[in-house]
């Protein structure tokens, strides 16, 4: 969330850079004129209960000498009435101040590229050479069907679209992959969780999916609960409304979880295979850092994620997601896209950004800091590590061969009993 106090003092800065992002300038203004009138409305009240405080002790003064007070005591009963009439109008200003308040984005950073969508994203960096070849390639859907290791037909039958069973030895690759992941996360100085995969409403305002993207997730009937969009959630809530030391910072938190998304408004996108499902797992990672470091956090963040990629040698480059593109929290973002040879195209298997103090603020994520003493707000970080469907898809696509089988990547044959094919 926003400071308002910044909106207020650097109004035009905040407004082009919340433009940049698709904000209507008649939705600032009107935040512009709420707060305005609320901060008019507190005058007025505070001075109306001054004023009734002076009536009550003229009024306690006149009964102690015996004198008709009957004046007074309607003058204050008035006043009394003007007061709560304008508290009224207040909590209603306060309503319509924070409903507009939690609804806008964070502010991009200074260095973010302006633009409207994806094609405005701005390509920073490729790793590895995609490989020529010599034969017709599948997609992976059709390689986990022939392999016998991905059954789409029966997650249908047994859920609905967009749910599969992995079997044998692709149960036994997913397993690998994360496994894989959380080691080299822990080298990297994470600490391993296991979080909860229900979360309350309050964890999900926090980091801001709720209240305007409810339509995404998939809540519990008549229950507080939800089933979480990523273990960024329940890790990035977990100091929500609490005070940590300075000292103890940054804090790094890698966990492994599934995945629950309604994929609201995506109808006709990546209806098959695994980019794009219901359920997935994948690796998270989260950091908190004083606001003065947070964006060489990032980018050792992305370096974690690419050193995943490049151990299991998958071509990939890396871009940073301009303002049209960026997430609701997020003030930057890079994404890191693995090459997949069916589709001729890189894809988004990770996505790694710097929130500022904005799920901070909504959330009380403070810290002391120890060279004045002085509670502030931390800056929290998140990435994926990788999303591990997707890796599985790059995996089968990048390391096909000529015969229907798939090379296992070097790095994950210890993961996998030593298994160095699939066929």
């Known amino acids: 969330m926003l400071d308002l106090k910044r909106i207020r003092t650097d109004f035009d800065t905040v407004a082009r850079k919340l433009s940049d992002r698709g904000v209507a300038s008649e939705t600032l203004n009107e935040l512009k004129n709420l707060d305005v009138k609320r901060r008019d409305l507190i005058v007025k009240s505070e001075e109306l209960k001054a004023q009734r405080n002076v009536a009550s002790a003229a009024i306690a003064q006149a009964k102690r000498n015996k004198e008709d007070a009957t004046d007074k005591i309607a003058e204050m009963?008035?006043?009394?009435?003007d007061i709560k009439a304008i508290d009224k109008e207040l909590a209603d200003t306060d309503d319509a101040v924070n409903t507009i308040l939690v609804g806008l984005p964070n502010t991009p950073a200074d260095d973010v590229p302006v633009g409207v969508d994806e094609n405005d994203n701005i390509e920073v960096r490729r790793?590895?050479?995609?490989?020529?070849?010599?034969?017709?390639?599948?997609?992976?859907?059709?390689?986990?069907?022939?392999?016998n290791i991905l059954d789409w037909e029966r997650g249908s039958k047994v859920t609905g679209s967009r749910f599969l069973f992995y079997k044998g030895l692709g149960a036994r690759l997913?397993?690998?992959?994360?496994?894989?992941?959380?080691?080299?996360?822990?080298?990297?100085?994470?600490?391993?969780?296991?979080?909860?995969?229900m979360v309350n409403h309050d964890s999900m305002f926090g980091t801001g999916q709720y209240p305007k993207f409810k339509e995404d997730?998939?809540?519990l009937a008549e229950s507080d609960y939800v089933?979480?969009?990523?273990a960024e959630v329940p890790l990035t809530n977990y100091y929500r409304g609490e005070i940590i030391e300075g000292k103890d910072t940054p804090v790094y938190f890698t966990a492994m979880s599934p995945s629950f998304r309604s994929e609201a408004g995506s109808a006709g996108r990546d209806t098959r295979g695994l980019i794009r499902l219901h359920q997935f797992h994948k690796v998270e990672m989260v950091k908190f850092?004083?606001?003065?470091?947070?964006?060489?956090?990032l980018e050792k963040m992305v370096d974690n994620a690419e050193n995943i990629l490049q151990k299991l040698e998958l071509p990939y480059r890396v871009i940073t997601l301009c303002t049209g593109d960026m997430g609701f929290s997020a003030a930057k973002t890079y994404d890191l896209e693995v090459w997949m040879p069916a589709q001729n195209t890189y894809r988004e298997i990770s996505s790694c950004s710097n929130c500022e103090d904005f799920q901070a603020r909504r959330a009380q994520i403070r810290y002391r800091d120890e060279a004045d003493g002085k509670v502030k707000l931390l800056h929290t970080l998140n990435g994926s590590g990788l999303a591990v469907g997707r890796t599985v898809a790059a995996i089968l696509e990048n390391y096909q061969n000529e015969d229907g089988s798939v090379t296992i990547p070097k790095i994950l044959r210890s993961y996998m009993g030593g298994a160095d094919i699939l066929k």
């Open 174 to 197: 997913e397993r690998a992959i994360y496994n894989f992941m959380l080691d080299e996360h822990a080298k990297e100085g994470y600490t391993e969780m296991i979080p909860p995969y």
């Open 289 to 297: 850092a004083k606001p003065e470091s947070s964006y060489d956090e």
């Open 217 to 219: 997730t998939f809540e």
């Open 127 to 147: 790793w590895g050479t995609a490989q020529n070849f010599n034969f017709d390639v599948k997609a992976h859907w059709d390689l986990g069907e022939d392999l």
């Open 77 to 81: 009963q008035q006043v009394s009435a």
């Open 227 to 230: 089933l979480i969009p990523t």
